[in-house]
């Protein structure tokens, strides 16, 4: 099970929440009967968290959809195996999305490594820079909410996690670079032309 | 705009949102399926009449099964597993099933 400690949920500002307080009773309490293979406390685990991982594993993969299902029951049996080790110091819903956090970075890595082998990434004639989107039409949180799922969903697929590793996520180029085992020029190029083709669709549609 | 403040601006504009994208039905019925079969494959689950003694209520056959004098190992069977509520959920977006306490139907309760 990948290490999924508050921790590291909270080193980023971009979390979906915000580490909280230590756990509460009634949450120890939750984990104690799933530990106990107590069935109701076990439909209430999932009741009771599916919406928040759903939820950010369909934006953060928003590109491959049909992806989502698999990725949050990955993240709900990994929650189960790592249940015992639950040291409670943040809520369970800080402590869940940290796990789905590390199986989206999984899922990022293995795409973007498979990408290496794409030459396009490495043409320049490629690149052709486009005007900036104008900031009004950010204003509306909606549009853009919509816009940017179909933008992210037109792109290549390398491109899309690209992006949404670099600014959802907030990580660094030298990270994804070290992480998919590219130079960081390398994940500048490939960051470079992600964002140019986003915008170009942003422009069209 | 420059680019990073392009991005930057998308990215805060279209954080994680449960009330848009909620969990379907149906994948939260796989799911506790799931977890309850990976439990149950490491050692017994607790059974229905632990659980209800435990203070969480039980659906209607779960409760006919507490009653029925059986040893503990057979009460700790899933009996979801020859429900039809079940397999209803696991399929269907909008599952027609109203069991009070059963699991599948507050999954499925608007």
Known sequence: MPDASPTTVAQSTHDPVVAGPAVDPEERELVAAVIRKDRKATAELVGRFADAIHAYVRQRLAPRAEMVDDLVQ???????KGLPSFAGRSSLKVWLLGIARHKVEDHYRAHLRRAETLSDFDDDSAFVPVEQPRFDELIDDERVRDKTRRVLARLPEAYG?????RYWERRSVREIAAQTGRTEKAGERLLARARTQFKRLWEVD | MDSE??????????G????????????????????????????????VSETRQSGRPLCVFEALVAHVPLPESVKSMNPCYVCHARHLAEHLDHAPIFWPNCPYSEFHRP
């Open chain 1, 74 to 80: 990955e993240v709900f049996l990994a929650a189960l």
């Open chain 1, 161 to 165: 996690y690209a992006l949404l590793w």
């Open chain 2, 5 to 14: 403040h392009f991005f930057a601006v998308v990215a805060d504009d279209t």
């Open chain 2, 16 to 47: 994680p949102d449960p009330e848009r994208d909620p969990a379907p039905a149906r994948l939260k019925s796989q799911i506790y399926s799931r977890l309850l079969a990976e439990q149950a494959a490491t050692g017994r689950l607790l059974s």
